[in-house]
């Protein structure tokens, strides 16, 4: 007589360790912040060609995921979450080791394309596991969870920066990875439904790419949370620069002010997780989305003038930054698990069209922010204003009411 395998449940370490493969993203983008003006001066580059290497790791963390959900459709999520750990220790270390700016900004892309994995699949867990109101509720928990990321990670940054060099920051990130690697290897279970494995064949990826792309709510949920995430790339690629050059903040401080911001989305998260099941996940996206389109244009505006007049400062600025960064614990969690529902059967195939949709926008928006830094904030301030505005009529125009 033979037994049927448990299959596994949602448990609150389980959530834990999704949480951590999950903060790969914030980890990798937020501890080296504080660095950038530092690493441009010990490297020889410029802001631009520094700016580079946090756009290489978003193209590459966008691109990557095109691999990586099909490949956890056929292979499943646990082997291929390890591979990826497993390359992101490996690049972590090279990143330590660059002597260039175009050395850093190679190794940089290798480390986005490895780190992928686990975010793209741990939210892909979260779907096999969950549905709908309940899928969100457990993507806020694990937000709040993650947030403890970007909140520690520019002040553990900062702390390594000034004691230890730009460097060390980067062997921090490889011990990291080691844990997950070994935590993931002890303790992560097979999610994926024989069922629903899927071939790993280049006309079945495209025609299921090809499903997503001809459904208006899909593409409406992934644009929504786009453009919500190319705000907050836009805010990262240009905010070292600003605060710290422009408007005299140290490095460490800058960090104090990041990490205050984060508390607000981990707060957002709570929220989020305690009213998605009571009021659904569609209702409060619905009227989330109005935030950034607001606070951004509002900001727009404000960076226009203080560029021309310089009689602003910087306060009124963090007034607009933090809800339009804050409702992102709204507006992500809602939108993803709002558009996997309907896809059980290729839920690491949807999951990776929404990565690839989030990270390359929010790597471009990223990227022209850097390249277009002239000594002011009206760069970063133009980005994140025209992001909010897009993100409502995403939700608008492209999601039906129900």
């Known amino acids: 007589m033979t037994s049927t395998p448990t299959r596994p449940t949602l448990t609150p370490v389980l959530l834990i360790l999704l949480a951590l493969l999950s ?20 490297l020889k580059g410029t802001a631009g060609d520094i700016q580079l290497t946090l756009s290489a790791f978003m193209i590459a963390f966008g691109l990557g995921q095109i691999f990586y959900g099909p490949a956890g459709d056929r292979f499943g999520r646990r082997p ?25 900004v190679g190794l940089r892309f290798l480390q986005g394309l490895a780190a992928c994995g686990g975010v793209v699949l741990a939210r892909t867990m979260v779907r096999d596991l969950a549905e ?9 928990l694990m937000m709040a969870c993650t947030s403890i990321a970007p909140m520690l990670a520019p002040l553990i940054g900062g702390q390594v920066l000034w004691f230890l060099g730009w460097r060390a920051i980067f062997w921090v990130l490889a011990a990291i990875g080691a844990v997950a690697l070994v935590l993931a290897y002890i303790r992560l279970p097979e999610t994926l439904r024989p069922e629903y494995r899927q071939p790993l064949v280049l006309s079945s990826i495209l025609k299921r790419f090809g499903e997503l792309f001809r459904h208006r709510a899909f593409m409406g949920y992934a644009f929504t949370g786009s ?13 070292p620069f600003v605060f710290i050059e422009r408007y005299g903040v140290a490095p460490r401080d800058y960090g104090l002010i990041f990490g205050s911001m984060v508390v607000f989305m981990t707060v957002g998260s709570l929220l989020n997780a305690r009213f998605a099941p009571v009021f659904g996940a569609g209702k409060i996206l619905r009227y989330a989305v109005i935030v950034p389109a607001i606070a951004g244009p509002t900001a727009m505006v404000l960076g226009w003038i203080e560029a ?11 007034l607009c930054f933090v809800p339009q960064i804050a409702t992102i614990s709204l507006i992500g969690p809602n939108s993803m698990a709002l558009a996997l529902q309907r896809y059980p059967h290729m839920a690491g195939t949807a999951s990776s069209l929404m990565g690839v949709m989030q990270f390359g926008i929010g790597a471009v928006f990223g990227a022209v922010v850097g390249q277009a830094l002239d000594g002011t904030i ?11 505005i897009l993100c409502l009529l995403s939700n608008r125009l492209l999601v039906p009411r129900s």
């Open 132 to 140: 709908k109101d309940q899928a969100a509720r457990a993507m806020s």
């Open 378 to 388: 009206a760069p970063m301030t133009t980005a994140m204003g025209l992001a909010g």
């Open 80 to 104: 291929v979450i390890l591979l990826g750990l497993g390359i992101y220790v490996l690049t972590s270390i090279g990143c330590a080791f660059a002597a260039e700016a175009g050395h850093l």
């Open 308 to 318: 021309r007049y310089g009689t602003i400062g910087m306060w009124p600025f963090l």
């Open 23 to 42: 903060s790969f993203t914030p980890l990798s983008i937020d501890m080296y912040l504080p660095a950038l003006p530092v690493i441009a001066i010990d």
């Open 227 to 239: 453009f919500q995430f190319a705000a907050l790339f836009s805010f990262l690629s240009g905010s």
